[in-house]
C-alpha cells in the first residue's frame, strides 16, 4: 500500500514537471523520486560466502541506483527456510532469497534433475550446465510460480559428517540418521546407501545434531566450517557426492514495479554477484576443508571406496527418472559430456 501511495504521489508530481520540461525542448525523464527496497532473506550466516556475496550485489545495486534501490540482509535463517522464502517470494511478502535447488523441487519439479548423485565432475562442468538453454530454462519456469530466478549461484560439492565413527564406504553408515535436504532424490540416495536419512530444514540442523536427533549430515566445507558443525561432529568424508546450486531469485510480485532500467541493474548485478560468489566458494571450501583437519577427523577416499558410493547410490537415477524426465536427464548428462570432450 506504501508503494501505492508513493506512485501515486509520483505521478502526481511528474503531471506538473512534464509540461515544463517538454516546454523546455527536452524529454521528458523519467521520474526519479520512487526508491524501492529490497530484503534479501539467507539461511546460512553472516560469515558465509552466500552473505558476502549478497553484500557485494547490495553495494552494485544501492551504487548503480543512485539510492533508488537499498537492501539490507538478513542471515542465519531468522526469516523462515529456503521453502518458507520462496512462498515468501510468491506472494510478495520478501523481495529476495537464495536458496539451495533441492527445497525448490516442489515449486518447479525439473529442479530435480540438480539432485542426482555424481552428476557433476567438476565446478567448472556444473556451471556449464547451469549457464546452459537447460539452466536458463528451469530459471525461466520460475516465473509461473511467481518469482524471477536471476541466476546459479554455488553452494558447493557436498561432504558427509557425522558424530558416530569414520565413514569410508557405505557399510559404514548403515542405520545411521541423516538429515537430508527436504528432496525425494536426496532422502532415496541416502536410502539406496543404507542410511536412515530425515528431510529437515537448514534452520533446525544444528540443534538436531546436538541434540543427537540425527548423527549426521552432508554439506560443503565451508557451511560446515562456518556453522560451527565440528562443535557436534566428529568425522568428515570427502564424499563430493553432489554439486549443490544455489538460486538467487527475487518475488516477481515486486519485480514487476520495478522501472526497467532498475531491473536491468539488479539482472546484471546478479550475474557479477554470481561470478563473485562462485570464486568466493570455491577457494573457501579448498581452504576450510584444510582448516578442518585441525578440528576433525577429515576423511580422503582412494579410487575405489569413491566408486563404492557412486554405484550404491546409483538406483535413483532409474527410480526418479520419469519423476524427473528422461529427456531432461539425458541433455544435462548431454552437456557435461560437450563440456568433458573440451577439455
Ligand atoms: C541454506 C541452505 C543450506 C543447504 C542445506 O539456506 O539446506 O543443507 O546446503 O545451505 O540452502
Not at 550485489?57 to 539510492?67: A, I, N
Not at 535463517?77 to 517470494?89: F, K, N, T, Y
Not at 539432485?115 to 525461466?140: H, K, N, R, T
Request: aromatic share 10%.
Amino acid at each position: 500500500m506504501r508503494h501505492f501511495a508513493k506512485a501515486l504521489a509520483v505521478v502526481a508530481i511528474a503531471a506538473l514537471l512534464i509540461p515544463s520540461m517538454a516546454f523546455a525542448g527536452g524529454q521528458a525523464e523519467p521520474a526519479e523520486a520512487e526508491t524501492f527496497h529490497i530484503d534479501v532473506g539467507l539461511g546460512l550466516n553472516d560469515q558465509s560466502a552466500q552473505y558476502a556475496s549478497v553484500e557485494y550485489f547490495k553495494e552494485l545495486v544501492e551504487e548503480r541506483s543512485d539510492g533508488r534501490i537499498t537492501v539490507a540482509i538478513y542471515h542465519s535463517s531468522a526469516l523462515g527456510d529456503d521453502r518458507e522464502m520462496m512462498e515468501d517470494l510468491q506472494v510478495g511478502a520478501l523481495e529476495m532469497t537464495c536458496p539451495s535447488t533441492a527445497p525448490m523441487v516442489g515449486f518447479v519439479s525439473g529442479y530435480q534433475v540438480y539432485d542426482l548423485p555424481f552428476l557433476f565432475p567438476s565446478y567448472d562442468a556444473a556451471y556449464y550446465v547451469l549457464d546452459s538453454e537447460i539452466g536458463q530454462d528451469l530459471l525461466d519456469q520460475l516465473e509461473d510460480v511467481g518469482i524471477i530466478g536471476l541466476a546459479y549461484w554455488c553452494n558447493g560439492f557436498r561432504h558427509l559428517t557425522n558424530s558416530r565413527r569414520e565413514v569410508r564406504v557405505p557399510a559404514d553408515v548403515q542405520g545411521m540418521r541423516l538429515r537430508t535436504m527436504e528432496s525425494p532424490i536426496h532422502l532415496g540416495a541416502w536410502e539406496a546407501a543404507g542410511a536412515n536419512p530425515t528431510p529437515m530444514a537448514f534452520g533446525e540442523l544444528f540443534s538436531a545434531m546436538q541434540q543427537g536427533v540425527v548423527d549426521g549430515q552432508e554439506n560443503p566445507w565451508g557451511t560446515i566450517y562456518l556453522q560451527s558443525f565440528p562443535e557436534v561432529q566428529d568425522y568428515a568424508t570427502d564424499t563430493g557426492h553432489i554439486y549443490s546450486p544455489f538460486v538467487f531469485m527475487i518475488s516477481k510480485i515486486f519485480w514487476d514495479t520495478l522501472p526497467a532500467d532498475l531491473q536491468e541493474i539488479i539482472e546484471v548485478a546478479a550475474v557479477e554477484a554470481r561470478d563473485h560468489n562462485r570464486e568466493l566458494n570455491q577457494r573457501w571450501n579448498n581452504e576450510f576443508r584444510e582448516q578442518l583437519k585441525d578440528v576433525m577427523t577429515v576423511t580422503e577416499l582412494t579410487m575405489d571406496e569413491r566408486r563404492q558410493w557412486q554405484e550404491a547410490v546409483q538406483p535413483v537415477y532409474d527410480r526418479f527418472a520419469d519423476q524427473i524426465g528422461e529427456d531432461l536427464i539425458q541433455a544435462v548428462q548431454d552437456t557435461v559430456a560437450e563440456w568433458e570432450a573440451m577439455q
